[in-house]
Nanobody, 116 residues
Framework: DVQLQASGGGLVQAGGSLRLSCTASGFTFDDHVIGWFRQAPGKEREGVSCFDLSDGSTFFADSVKGRFTFSTDNAKNTVYLQTNSLKPEDTAVYYC?????????WGQGTLVTVSS
């Protein structure tokens, strides 16, 4: 079974940083497009960013542009989302998935809480 598990969340003060990890089991990232999504309390899940591993191109939502970046560790089959200058409105459960997303690939997500 394929599982894409996000981790690395936590509680951080506004202006702080976290590095979120997306680790795959039963799946290799290879030439896929990997997306990060988030769901804030009482809101629908939204796309935050995506990374095309075939050519290195990236997309970031306006709300996180300039603050979030991607990196990879092929040996660990892991994609990272570096989140900097965090704001209280970034508080959400963060998930990773392929793009377009697959329902059977959603993991439990990782909670990011940004205090003001």
């Amino acid at each position: 079974d394929v599982q894409l598990q996000a981790s690395g969340g936590g509680l951080v003060q506004a202006g702080g940083s976290l590095r979120l990890s997306c680790t795959a089991s039963g799946f290799t990232f290879d030439d896929h497009v990997i997306g990060w999504f988030r769901q804030a309390p009482g809101k629908e899940r939204e796309g935050v960013s995506c990374f095309d591993l075939s050519d290195g191109s990236t997309f970031f939502a306006d709300s996180v542009k300039g603050r979030f970046t991607f990196s990879t560790d092929n040996a660990k089959n892991t994609v990272y989302l570096q989140t900097n200058s965090l704001k209280p409105e970034d508080t959400a459960v963060y998930y990773c998935n392929v793009v377009p997303s697959r329902n059977d690939y959603w993991g439990q997500g990782t909670l990011v809480t940004v205090s003001s």
